[in-house]
C-alpha cells in the first residue's frame, strides 16, 4: 500500500486545514487507517484512527473535539479535518495503514500496528 499525504501548511492559532492521504490499495475499504504526527524533538504520537469495515472511530484526548477523521473508501482517500489549531499541534503529520484485524482504542493508537506508512507532511501553527 502506498500512502501520499498532502494538505500541510502554515496556519494562524484558531485556524483550520484539512490533511488527505491517497492509498493506493484496491482493498482500502477494509484497511485501517491512522494518523500520527511527531513535533521537534518528542515522540510520535497517536491523533486519530478510523477502522475499515467497522468504522469505528478513535481520538487521543489532545484532539477530541477539534479534529475529524472521515474516509471516503470511493476515491481510497482518508481525511483529517483539523478546527480550533494551537500551536502545540505543530507537527509532522503521517498516515498510516493497518492491514491486520486488530480492534479497540489500544490497537488503533499504537503505531506499531501499522504495515505502511507515508512519508508526512508538516502542519505548523504560528501567529
Known amino acids: 500500500v502506498q500512502l501520499q499525504a498532502s494538505g500541510g501548511g502554515l496556519v494562524q492559532p484558531g485556524g483550520s486545514l484539512r490533511l488527505s492521504c491517497a492509498a493506493s490499495?484496491?482493498?482500502?475499504?477494509?484497511?485501517?487507517m491512522g494518523w500520527f504526527r511527531q513535533a521537534p524533538g518528542k515522540e510520535r504520537e497517536f491523533v486519530a484512527a478510523?477502522?475499515?469495515?467497522?468504522?469505528?472511530?478513535y481520538y487521543a484526548d489532545s484532539v477530541k473535539g477539534r479534529f475529524t477523521i472521515s474516509r471516503d473508501n470511493a476515491k481510497n482517500t482518508v481525511y483529517l479535518q483539523m478546527n480550533t489549531l494551537k500551536p502545540e499541534d505543530t507537527a509532522v503529520y503521517y498516515c498510516?495503514?493497518?492491514?491486520?484485524?486488530?480492534?479497540?482504542?489500544?490497537?488503533?493508537?499504537?503505531?506499531?500496528?501499522?504495515?505502511?506508512w507515508g512519508r508526512g507532511t508538516q502542519v505548523t501553527v504560528s501567529s
Open positions: 498510516a495503514a493497518d492491514t491486520g484485524n486488530c480492534s479497540g482504542y489500544g490497537c488503533r493508537a499504537n503505531g506499531n500496528e501499522y504495515d505502511y
Open positions: 478510523i477502522s475499515g469495515s467497522s468504522g469505528a472511530i
Open positions: 490499495d484496491r482493498t482500502f475499504s477494509a484497511i485501517a
